[in-house]
């Protein structure tokens, strides 16, 4: 599956979250339970883990059958590929970048903001602060990748070029949101948003082996297939020794997960043409 292909997954996932979930109906519920003072420990747990859900599902629509193809990460060099101009189902709802953009904090930072409140126990200030921080972190972030994203498609012989331009920018992003937090919290409550910045990343590794195999139950595969597979999907994914804070609740971040590529191509040359045609590839 080629570049463009999972760009365009990306966004028709935040489509298909936009609609599944109800912008109207989900701001209520997060408003609901932000302003709810007298809410019970394990009803505020148990929204909290569902706001979460929501969230990675945002972020990992573009996961789908990932391991099966090439998959795309920023981070690391990808082999050209032809330009393709890719359509969108006509039954799908194109929604404008700025409304995206506006509904990031909704769908994206009010999870992470509400599970962050309750971890690092942070004061009203501290909670409008960060709300305003993240909130930012992740619209500029998005700027970055609409810039990266407009300037692939336009000048495809240039994508590496604008591909550094926007590493170099979320970089600088994370930097400056950063150095806000040394500002905002203590000491141990960056200790904490570490822990959970890294229990974050292990959460989307578990999700994308599952994924995996939930995209690899529709084929018939072989004894031999199955063991191979079990064994270098063990190695296709893995965690960063330093996780940027920022990356939960910023879906055009750099992911806070890397990819194995060599283990990736590994799996792809398991699979039949029957198989692969099965898989879309």
């Keep these: 599956m080629n570049v463009l292909k999972l760009l365009c997954m990306f966004f028709s996932g935040f489509v298909l979250a936009y609609l599944w979930l109800g912008v109207a109906t989900k701001t209520d519920q997060v408003n609901s339970v932000a302003s709810t003072q007298h809410v019970s420990v394990s009803s505020l747990s148990a929204r909290v883990a569902e706001l979460e859900a929501a969230n990675l599902n945002l972020r990992e629509q573009v996961a789908v059958l990932e391991l099966p193809v090439a998959s795309y990460d920023l981070s690391k060099p990808q082999p050209e590929a032809p330009y393709e101009q890719t359509t969108t189902p006509s039954d799908l709802k194109v929604i404008p970048a700025a409304e995206i953009k506006s509904k990031l904090q909704v769908f994206s930072v009010q999870p992470v903001l509400l599970s962050l409140s309750n971890q690092l126990q942070l004061d009203d200030a501290q ?41 170099d920018v979320i970089g ?14 203590t000491a141990e409550q960056l200790e904490q948003y570490k822990q959970y910045e890294r229990a974050q990343a292990k959460l989307s590794v578990d999700q994308k082996l599952s994924m995996l ?30 996780i940027d804070l920022g990356t939960s609740g910023s879906p055009y971040a750099n992911p806070g997960v890397k990819t194995n590529f060599e283990k990736l191509a590994q799996i792809r040359a398991l699979f039949s043409e029957e198989q692969q045609h099965k898989l879309s590839l």
């Excluded at 992003?173 to 500002?183: A, F, H, M």
């Design 127 to 167: 909670h409008d602060a960060l709300a305003q921080l993240l909130t930012s972190k992740a619209q500029a972030d998005f700027d970055a990748w609409q810039t990266f994203d407009k300037h692939s498609r336009s000048e495809p012989d240039n994508r590496d070029y604008y591909q550094q331009r926007y590493m």
């Design 213 to 242: 195999n939930n995209s690899l139950t529709s084929l018939n595969l072989s004894a031999f297939q199955k063991q191979e597979i079990r064994r270098l999907s063990a190695h296709i994914y893995s965690i960063p020794e330093v």
């Design 172 to 185: 600088q992003n994370s930097v400056q949101y950063q150095r806000s937090l040394e500002n905002t919290l």
